[in-house]
């Protein structure tokens, strides 16, 4: 088993996802002498740099040529080596999509993607840095693991569960400081499982990264507010993703939204209707994301209101969902 890590809830304060992580990869260096760590010229922007400062002949540098990254990458992992990679997510989901395609997942390598300034987190820098496509990308890909942690302390898990994990792993983070969710490591990290977050019975909240906050904060106004009980799952792992929890969630409350910084089409959203759409039964459903569109320019926390995946836009879209009329009878065998 992995240390726990070395600092605090109250540190994670004033430290980004990529600066965990990076703790956290330096600590699994020391157990793991088969890691490496690889940078397309961004080491202090993700944070990698911080095991090539600690494990300098382990730290690969390729300069800006992303895909020469993951092509490096792929033949490391056939070497016997453990690969770790980062850059952002727009150069790793697109610039570099058919080396992670071909190279990593077709040959089903075990190197290990951390995608850096993920969804809109980057959001000033427009379009060329923004990345809200790549969820659908990823999890199209055979032999694919798709993480995208809700902050810090969760990356942390997220990390470490990866190295232990076989075949590719694609762990999507922010760009920078996304506020702190869980108080501790200990909740029951694994991949492919969720974690329930608020009980509910009305309507269930099926989020991840940033929106998972923002999701349980809506709950609890909600249910002082409007008196309605509201579950909330955080669903970290979009691939392989938890279809037990999904079903469980339609059956219980029959009425389910989804919230991730991501295009509505073929991210968390997709996968959950995918799941709902092959059980055959039938629920009120909506799908909360950008919409079809390329993201607007503009800081995170102003894009996150926008599109409605701040507390305020989950609490509309809770009430709006809940003023719907649906048939809420059991039997299932006319929806079939």
Request: a negative charge; charged letters at 20%.
């Amino acid at each position: 088993m992995s240390e726990g890590l070395t600092w605090t809830v109250y540190d994670a304060d004033t430290m980004t996802q990529a600066e965990i992580y990076g703790e956290v990869l330096c600590q699994l260096g020391e157990q793991h002498p088969e890691i490496v760590a690889l940078s397309a010229d961004m080491a202090n922007s993700t944070k990698i740099g911080r095991f090539g400062k600690k494990f300098p002949e382990r730290f690969f540098n390729v300069g800006i040529a992303e895909q020469n990254l993951f092509g490096v990458a792929a033949g490391m992992a056939k070497s016997g080596l453990t690969p770790v990679v980062s850059t952002m997510a727009a150069f790793t989901a697109m610039r570099a999509c058919e080396q992670v395609r071909t190279d990593i997942c077709y040959q089903n390598l075990n190197c290990k993607i951390i995608a850096t300034h993920g969804g809109s987190s980057f959001g000033q820098a427009g379009t060329t840095h923004h990345c809200t496509e790549d969820l659908s990308i990823m999890r199209s890909f055979a032999n694919m693991t798709v993480i995208v942690p809700a902050d810090g302390i969760e990356t942390a898990n997220a990390v470490r569960a990866a190295i232990d994990w076989p075949g590719p792993v694609y762990i999507r983070i922010g760009r920078g400081f996304e506020p702190p969710f869980y108080e501790s490591e200990d909740y029951g990290f694994a991949i492919g499982k969720s974690v329930e977050l608020h009980p509910g019975t009305d309507v269930t909240l099926i989020c991840c990264g940033i929106a998972v906050l923002q999701a349980v904060e809506a709950a609890k106004f909600l249910q002082a507010n409007d008196d309605l009980s509201v579950r909330v799952i955080n669903m970290h792992t979009i691939k392989p993703i938890d279809e037990a929890a999904i079903l469980s969630a339609v059956t219980d409350t029959r009425r389910l939204i989804t919230f991730e910084d991501h295009n509505v089409h073929g991210g968390l959203g997709s996968a959950v209707a995918d799941v709902i759409a092959a059980s055959g039964k039938g629920c009120a459903f909506e799908k909360v994301g950008i919409p079809d569109c390329f993201c607007e320019v503009g800081y995170p926390e102003d894009l996150y209101s926008h599109y409605k995946l701040d507390t305020d836009g989950i609490v509309e879209k809770v009430r709006e969902v809940m003023g719907r009329d649906f048939e809420e009878d059991d039997d299932w065998e006319d929806e079939v």
